[in-house]
């Protein structure tokens, strides 16, 4: 009796899922309600969407959100898989160091370094906006990304990496075809809450976006000062509708061009045994 | 077994390559396209000084539906860009002026009076402004470093069928507590709450005296075992489904749930209330200070003032306006009370670095307990 | 680099006086900052923080490990469709999922009614507004970020590794507890720093779930650098709270090499 088809642990799982989408699920009906006030269900209506659809505010703030979000994405992967990287074979000292920054980035409460991140470049007359604001966001995202890449790199064996080494492979193809390959959950992991974390945050992004266009939750935030209306659910889910697009045509672009590399991989292995 | 460790074929293909390139390209599009973004978006300030475009900072929505557009339609060249990070919060509010990154700020009397002591303020020649004169005269008193835009009295909202008496006073909410314990709200901001528990003690609400504000401390400690919470959006919300019994509000939020919920009642406090006052305050050396005026001049000319009131719903200060404002507004009591009312009201001020200390030392305190 | 920078400059800024008016710094040396957090007010709301945290995190640890164990135990294709799942919620903004749990819990909402039609309570559950919302509130919150590094973990277990325990005669339990455990635990551990330091320094939802009525360390935080301007003071805070963390942080990692090798 294998632990794996254990009823309980599958009921646990589904629960938790259910958890999940609760609130979401409560977002969606809310975003319908005619009630301006959500005292109570008010009968169906398109209206918000109309009105969030064609909010000025709405539409830029969420453009310069995905904007951020995808760039910190990017930037905190490169930071985070090199510097697990270069890590792995690091002396033992600089290891402890690396470690501390990386822990250091994550507990330094987000309010506190955005702050000082803004009167340094204040002091410094660095021009505040989004590129301000993606660093900010990268320098606390790529430790995140460190450390799932790493807690995954702990696991990996490299017997295989030498075993690829020793059959002729130049350390580019090892890199490409063996570590990347066992990285991949954590890099995707890691990617996903990059992107989810820069795309929520408010303090950062407040602190940083100078006179440039709001990312959205802030917009969000001025929208609710007084009242929460249903159109700020309206917001929510096409906010998470178009996301959620955007994702899966990321998805079925990289998918696709795997696909087409798949066979040319296959072979590209066997190259491996030669030369 | 050998097929499951070669065989990795996740679904992203990212060579290390393409991940460099990647990572490179966004490295280097970071600055360019930022900069190509705040061009798009009109940030001009920095660039070209003749095309007279101004910042001004506020909250969304909280202008005139056509206002910019009319702006921009009457003086050629002359734009307004409004960016909405504005916030109740004074450290907030004094960094966007410190920061001259914006022209003209939404700003209350707390924040502006400070603003003004440490010097982040432009004077105003009034000469230029000739709307203000719309302006009644006891606002313009109130706010004298911009023009008064909106202003809103804190007092009691509540629910005379599930209360089953009349209430007229800040004592009536302090006796009813307790019979209606998990059922009182209050709002979460320092300033309205001490001000409004400093009215039920017969104080003003801009003391500095630690006596008096001590007093109210432990008054709102005393209160709080019965409180639902401390709310600040949404506040008076409960009342309409009965979860609220008693509320200490805003006059704009209750005049919108009454429309909901027509057994809501108001009430305007015989100790009195506080209230706050809030206007377009211009920071220090803009650059293109003739438009400010002629923005300043125009937001108070009565039809663009009303354009403003209808969209936002608020209380309003300019009489001439009348005319062009929603009768649900100009003859609501609840927004234009009657002057007996009004001599009641306080404004809240600035109340020097000692008073501001005295009242978050006491209103951390309440939160803490 | 630009992380560093800043750092110094809270450092020194928490030795710093503030000019209350202008909110400028001034760069005197002295530590009043540093005595006046040692104040008895402080100590009790970061006491509280702490165990509200800390708890929170744990039940996130839990919960976030049944769901991350479901799917990794599931073939490829649904692994992939499960986590995104798990992610979508989250691509609402913070502010709408946060609120709607407000709207959720209160008296009268849909939760409350739920539990008074199936017999759970005479009266109402009266949860919403003290910590025991603040609490569901932070679990939520972060279960992603829990239950991302956690899968990544289990998912490196080669699945003949379950076979062989159970071939030799483990029970489930036993099975769970000598082999998928120990090999799941620095997932587990990097899930809770990732969950319980943010956790620690929560304020939003403190305020929005908890009605503004339990001060915690992140409001007081929040308070300094947001509303009251009062930055050394806030800075002599961040610091002190960080040093501990930093501390705790390096005694954890010390620890972790030698389970990786057993």
Redesign the interface.
């Known amino acids: 009796m294998s632990i794996r088809r254990h009823p309980v642990s599958a009921l646990l799982a589904f629960a938790v899922l259910a958890f999940l989408w609760l609130p979401l699920l409560a977002v969606v009906v809310n975003s319908f309600n005619r009630d301006t006030l959500m005292a109570g269900w008010g009968g169906a209506t398109g209206h918000w969407y109309n009105l969030a659809a064609n909010d000025h505010d709405v539409r830029e703030g969420l453009k310069t959100t995905l904007i951020i979000a995808f760039a910190s994405a990017l930037v905190s992967l490169a930071v985070g898989i090199s510097g697990a990287l270069w890590w792995r074979r690091a002396p033992r000292r600089a290891q402890a160091v690396y470690d501390g920054l990386v822990y250091a980035r994550i507990i330094v409460p987000e309010v506190v370094f955005a702050t000082a991140l803004f009167f340094l470049f204040v002091h410094f007359k660095f021009r505040l906006g989004l590129p301000a604001i993606i660093i900010g966001h990268s320098v606390w995202n790529s430790a995140y990304a460190t450390l799932i890449i790493q807690a995954r790199m702990v696991g990996l064996d490299p017997s295989v990496e030498e075993a690829a080494a020793d059959l002729g492979a130049t350390p580019w193809r090892v890199f490409r075809r063996v570590t990347l390959h066992s990285l991949m959950p954590a890099i995707i992991a890691a990617g996903l809450l990059a992107f989810t974390f820069s795309f929520d945050d408010v303090v950062t992004s407040y602190f940083l976006q100078g006179t440039a266009q709001s990312p959205l939750p802030i917009v969000l935030f001025g929208l609710i000062r007084f009242r929460l209306t249903p159109e700020v659910n309206a917001i929510g889910v096409l906010v998470m509708l178009l996301t959620v697009g955007l994702m899966s045509l990321a998805v079925t672009m990289f998918a696709t061009a795997g696909r087409l590399g798949r066979s040319e991989k296959r072979a590209g292995f066997l190259d491996m045994y030669r030369r | 077994m050998h097929d499951?460790?070669?065989d990795?074929?996740?679904?992203?293909?990212?060579?290390?390559?393409a991940?460099?390139r990647?990572?490179a390209i966004?490295?280097a599009?970071?600055?360019a396209?930022?900069?190509l973004?705040?061009a798009l978006?009109g940030?001009a300030?920095a660039a070209g000084a003749d095309t007279g475009t101004i910042?001004l900072n506020n909250?969304?929505?909280w202008i005139g539906k056509s206002e910019l557009a009319a702006f921009a339609k009457k003086y050629p060249g002359d734009k307004v860009?409004m960016?909405?990070?504005?916030?109740?919060?004074?450290?907030?509010v004094?960094?966007q002026f410190?920061?001259g990154?914006?022209d003209v700020i939404l700003s209350d009397t707390t924040d502006s009076g400070?603003a003004s002591?440490?010097?982040?303020l432009q004077k105003l020649d009034w000469s230029k402004i000739p709307n203000i004169k719309n302006v009644s005269a006891n606002f313009r008193k109130a706010y004298p470093w911009g023009i008064p835009t909106d202003y809103g009295k804190v007092g009691i909202a509540y629910r005379p069928d599930i209360v089953g008496e009349k209430i007229t006073s800040w004592h009536d909410l302090w006796r009813l507590a307790p019979k209606f314990s998990?059922r009182v709200v209050f709002i979460?901001l320092?300033r309205d709450c001490l001000g409004s528990t400093l009215k039920y003690l017969g104080y003003s609400s801009n003391t500095t005296d630690a006596k008096q504000i001590d007093a109210a401390k432990k008054a709102v400690i005393s209160i709080?075992p019965h409180?639902?919470?401390?709310?600040?959006?949404?506040v008076g919300?409960?009342l309409?489904?009965?979860?609220t019994a008693i509320a200490m509000d805003w006059d704009?939020?209750v005049a919108?749930?009454k429309q909901?919920?027509p057994k809501i009642e108001w009430v305007a406090p015989t100790e009195g209330m506080h209230a706050y006052l809030e206007g377009f305050s211009v920071a220090k050396n803009p650059d293109h200070l003739d438009v400010v005026e002629k923005f300043l001049n125009f937001a108070l000319d009565p039809v663009q003032y009303a354009d403003f009131v209808n969209t936002t719903g608020t209380a309003y200060m300019v009489p001439s306006a009348s005319p062009h404002i929603k009768k649900s507004i100009s003859t609501s009591p609840i927004l234009k009370p009657s002057a007996a009312v009004l001599k009641r009201v306080e404004f809240d001020h600035y109340l020097g670095?000692k008073g501001?200390?005295l009242f978050?030392a006491a209103w951390?305190?309440v939160?803490?307990s | 680099m630009f992380f560093v920078v800043p750092l110094v400059l809270v450092a020194v800024y928490s030795f710093g006086s503030i000019n209350p008016v202008t909110l400028d710094v001034g760069f005197g040396w002295t530590t009043g900052n540093y005595r006046a957090f040692a104040s008895t007010l402080y100590l009790h709301s970061l006491l509280r923080s702490i165990f509200l945290s800390l708890g929170a995190t744990g039940a996130c640890a839990v919960l976030g490990f049944s769901l991350a164990y479901f799917i990794s135990r599931q073939p490829p294709r649904a692994q992939r469709l499960l986590l995104v799942a798990v992610i979508v919620p989250f691509w609402t903004s913070f502010i709408v999922r946060t609120y709607s749990w407000v709207d959720l819990l209160q008296n009268l909402g849909p939760i409350d009614r739920l539990a008074g039609a199936i017999g759970l309570t005479d009266s109402h559950l009266s949860v919403l507004y003290t910590p025991t919302a603040i609490a569901i509130g932070i679990i939520y919150s972060y279960l992603p970020l829990m239950i991302l590094p956690i899968y990544v973990s289990l998912e490196r277990i080669d699945a003949s590794i379950y076979n062989a325990a159970a071939d030799l005669g483990a029970t489930p339990w036993r099975q769970f507890r000598r082999v998928v455990l120990p090999l799941a635990m620095p997932g587990v551990i990097a899930g809770c720093i990732i969950v319980g330091i943010p956790a620690l320094g929560e304020y939003v939802i403190p305020e929005i779930l908890g009605g503004g009525k339990t001060l915690m360390l992140g409001n007081i935080l929040a308070n300094q650098f947001q509303t009251t301007g009062n930055y050394p003071f806030g800075s002599a805070l961040a610091v002190t709270l960080m040093g501990i963390l930093m501390i705790l942080l390096f005694l954890l990692r010390r620890r972790q090499p030698l389970q990786e090798s057993a």
């Open positions: 499951s460790e070669i990795f074929t996740p679904p992203l293909a990212l060579s290390r390559r991940l460099m990647r990572a966004a490295a599009a970071l600055p396209g930022g900069a973004l705040e978006s940030n300030l910042v909250y969304p929505g860009k960016v909405t990070n504005a916030t109740s919060s004074v450290a907030e004094i960094l410190k920061s990154n914006f400070q002591a440490a010097g982040l998990g979460d320092e709080k409180l639902q919470a401390f709310l600040n959006t949404n919300q409960g309409v489904n009965g979860s704009y939020d919108l749930l909901k919920q670095a501001t200390q978050d951390q305190e939160k803490a």
